[in-house]
């Protein structure tokens, strides 16, 4: 027999986890599980923001219509957000998210809120960790396909471009 | 010179669009000596055929209402297509997929299934549903099919211009109709109304308050509304924060919270994220079980936040297992 036939091995799913971090907790207990040699998940695609508040919906809705099978969302312990209530504007506009999305058929272990401080680099690891393992289990997020758009360019394709309505 | 040629037609609507344009009162005998109407369904006598006999191009303007959701109204889309130079997506339905679009939130056998068979009011012991041909003793007689799906008009054919709306205002028509006849249109692909949100210089904005926080959601059909006081401060979803202008404050004029017909302003990607955010982070709770018990009182998000616009969000319809069934290709 041929030593140099390589057979078909079954991929395994790699789940897609897009990463909202804030830049004063989350973020930077990512930088401290990287400066601390803390392996995880190659899942997750962090983005950076100023604030856990400043994640709109839409967000996520986005980063879930574009491929992503799940999305975390982490920012400051209540009471430490670095704008005072950003965190709390972030968990009540999360919260009413996810009643959303259970009514969309999207599962609750794909999207998720965590508060993580600086000093948590090693949760910043057990979550993403635990997040990919979760999304394995689960499969990829299956949307419906969005109807080819052969009118105006939708928001999900490109930014929408300037447009100026009739005055009325 | 001859008028220029216009046709109106609906899909999967109401017939409330249509009723907008009987709204035009008097202003309706100006139009009709300006145009030419050569297709309109609900007034008219005139039949496919007869558009099917125009050149290609022969309509100035076409207007479609109704959302898109049968086979015979992605052909009729196609062919209104064709024989317009341009083609206006004509109300809520036909902008953003509207109030059918929540259809979306179900799969087609299921819709089905309640409609012939579990309704309380349905009498079908031979469980007789819709086919696509039928043989009778005359022949063959079709139907359309039932889409898996409902789309926006512009999901199925290119579309020129939105006049948004659940019904369109009557400002809107008017102006949309002297832009056409004059010419003086802005770019393709954009929304004929103001690109401005309703709680802009909403006649109650004077009672916003600068810090508005809500204690409990209320229900309108539930409690006594204040005639003159903002209705985000009173604790009604009002979705004004997020919607387009250009109705007149219709509903918050007969004392009743916005709905959200007229759709995003042009900044927006998803709608209802947008409303979502906008309302969510009025809850004046930061305790986690407080504000789930607050979220609680909202039982519908899906219905609430996208009453008029599921096709047209950015997750389009119920995610899951027909999931692979999905959209037509046009």
């Known amino acids: 027999m041929s030593s140099n036939v390589t057979l078909p091995v079954a991929e395994e799913f790699e789940p897609r986890i897009v990463a909202f971090f804030c830049n004063w907790c989350t973020y930077t207990a990512g930088d401290l599980a ?74 609750e272990q794909r999207v998720r809120l965590e508060w993580i401080a600086a000093s948590e680099g090693d949760k910043v690891q057990k979550i993403a960790n635990e997040m990919t393992a979760q999304l394995k289990l689960l499969g990829p997020l299956r949307l419906q396909i969005t109807p080819r758009v ?19 | ?32 000596a300006a145009v030419d109407f050569v297709f309109f369904p609900v007034a008219m006598d005139f039949k496919r055929s007869d558009v099917e006999a125009m050149a290609d191009g022969a309509m100035a303007a076409c207007m479609i209402n109704g959302a898109i959701r049968s086979s015979e109204q992605r052909a009729m889309a196609k062919l209104l297509r064709r024989k317009a130079q341009i083609l206006i997506a004509y109300g809520a339905c036909s902008h953003q997929g509207g109030i059918p679009g929540l259809a979306n939130l179900f799969d087609r056998q ?11 009011s349905t009498v079908n012991p031979g469980d007789i549903r819709p086919e696509a041909s039928t043989r009778i003793p005359h022949g063959e007689v079709e139907l359309p099919v039932l889409d898996e799906q409902v789309k926006s ?25 002297a832009a056409i006849l004059t010419g003086r249109l802005p770019p393709k692909g954009s929304v004929l109304a103001p690109d401005k949100a ?15 926080l809500i204690d409990q959601f209320k229900r309108p059909h539930l409690e006594r509304i204040d ?47 947008a409303a979502m955010s906008a309302l969510a982070s009025l809850v004046n709770s930061n305790d986690e079980a407080q504000i789930a018990a607050m979220l609680e009182t909202i039982v519908d998000p899906a219905g609430t936040f996208y009453r008029y616009g599921l096709p047209a969000s950015l997750l389009f319809a119920r995610a899951g297992a027909n999931a692979d069934k999905g959209g037509h290709e046009p």
């Open chain 1, 34 to 107: 990287g400066a601390a040699r803390l392996a995880y998940a190659p899942n997750m695609r962090v983005i950076r923001l100023m604030c856990s508040g400043r994640v709109d919906p839409e967000f996520v809705l986005a980063a879930l219509r574009q491929g992503a099978d799940g999305v975390l969302i982490g920012g400051c312990h209540p009471g430490d957000c670095h704008y005072r209530e950003g965190n709390y504007k972030c968990l009540r506009r999360f919260q009413l998210l996810c009643k959303f999305l259970r009514q969309m058929g999207v599962e």
């Open chain 2, 198 to 212: 309703l709680c802009e210089q909403c006649p109650r904005a004077p009672s916003k308050p600068d810090n508005l």
């Open chain 2, 153 to 177: 008009l512009d999901q199925v054919v290119p579309v020129d211009y939105y006049i948004p709306g659940c019904a369109p205002p009557v400002q809107l028509l008017k102006d949309a109709l």
């Open chain 2, 110 to 120: 299921s819709i089905l299934q309640t409609v012939y068979r579990d309704t309380p």
């Open chain 2, 1 to 32: 010179m001859s008028k220029p040629k216009v046709g109106f037609y609906w899909c999967a609507s109401c017939g409330g669009c249509e009723e907008s344009v009987v709204d035009l009162a008097e202003a309706i005998l100006d139009v009709a």
């Open chain 1, 150 to 168: 052969n009118g105006r360019p939708r928001a999900a394709e490109c930014p929408p471009a300037p447009t100026k309505g009739v005055a009325p």
């Open chain 2, 227 to 273: 005639p003159e006081k903002c209705l985000l401060a009173q604790g009604f979803l009002c979705l004004g924060p997020a919607t387009r202008g250009g109705c007149g404050w219709a509903c918050i004029n007969a004392n009743m919270p916005c709905t959200g017909c007229l759709g995003p302003v042009s900044r927006t990607r998803d709608y209802g994220g």
